[in-house]
C-alpha cells in the first residue's frame, strides 16, 4: 500500500479509517483454526501494521488515524471471545498509542469509533444466523456510516454510536462485575464432565522463567503432574530438574508459542497425556 501511495505522488494522508474487519462467531473450541486467524490478523495485527507503515504519511499534514471498534470490546456475551478479544486487544492499542502520540506532540491523533450491531452483511458472513439475532432490527450500514462521519467531522475524541450502545457500554465498563454474572447466569450448562484428575495435572506455558517458573514450582511442590512449555530449552531442563529435585512430577516441552509449529508440538505433547486439570 506504502508502494502504491508512493507511486500516485501521495506523500501525506489526512485521514487513515481502520474498518476492515471479520465477526466469526462460534464456541472456542469449535472455531477453526483459520477463522481464529483471520480474526486475529486482519481486526488486530494489519490496524496496526498499517499505522506503522503509513504514521510517516499521516505524520507530515497533523492528520489522524480513526479505528473502528465495537461495543462488543466491553460487553462479555457468549460465542463472541475471539472477536471481542481483538476489538478489546485494539482498544488497547490505540490507548496506549495515543499517549505516545500525546508525548511526540506532532499533532497527529488517534480515534476510536464503537458501533453497535449494525445491519450488514458480516453476521451472515461470520456464521451467525441473521433470524435468529433480530438482524431487522439493527440499524443500517448507511445510517452508522453517517454518525460515523459526523463524529469524524465534529471532533477528534472517541465515540460510540447511539444511546442504547452508549448505555451497553457503560454498563459494560463500569459494572463489570454485575455485567459478567448475569451473562453467566443467562447461560445453561451443556456438558457434564466428572470434576479433577488424581493426580491434578498442569500445563503452563512460558514455565522456564519468572512468573511461569515460580508457578509450575509451585503447583510441582503442591502435588502438580507439571507439563512445561517453554522455547528456551535449556532453562527449560534445569526448570523441570529443580521440579523434580524438590519430589515434584515435570516434563518440560520446548516449542515457540508464537508460531504454528510450536503450537503444533504442545498440543501433540499435551493429547498424549492425561486430561488437564489447569492450564
Ligand atoms: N456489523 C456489525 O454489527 C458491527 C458492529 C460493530 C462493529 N463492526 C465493525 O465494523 C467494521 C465493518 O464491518 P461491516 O459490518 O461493515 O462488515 P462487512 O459488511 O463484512 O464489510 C467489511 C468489508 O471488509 C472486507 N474485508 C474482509 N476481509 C478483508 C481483508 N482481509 N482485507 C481487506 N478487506 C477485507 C469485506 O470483504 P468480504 O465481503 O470479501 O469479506 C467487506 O467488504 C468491522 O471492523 C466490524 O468489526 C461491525
Known sequence: MVDWLQSHAISALD???HNAGVGYVGDVAAQTEASIAELVNLNLWAPIALTHALYPLVRRIQGRFVYISSVAADLPGP???VYTATKAALDGFVRNWRAELAAEGAGVTAQLIHPGAVRTAMHEKSGADPAALGWARFPTAERVAAA????????????TIGRANRLA????????PLVDAFVMRRQSPRIDLPVGGDPPYALVTGAADGIGRALAVTLGAS???VMGIDRDAARSLRTQADILNAGGVAQY???DLS???GIGVTVAAASDRPPFDVI
Open 79 to 81: 460465542r463472541y471471545a
Open 223 to 225: 502435588g502438580h503432574w
Open 15 to 17: 485521514l487513515v479509517i
Open 169 to 176: 457500554q457503560w454498563g459494560g465498563r463500569n459494572l463489570a
Open 259 to 261: 508460531t504454528l509449529a
Open 253 to 255: 516441552v520446548t516449542a
Open 148 to 159: 460515523i462521519e459526523e463524529t469524524i467531522l465534529h471532533t477528534r475524541a472517541d465515540a
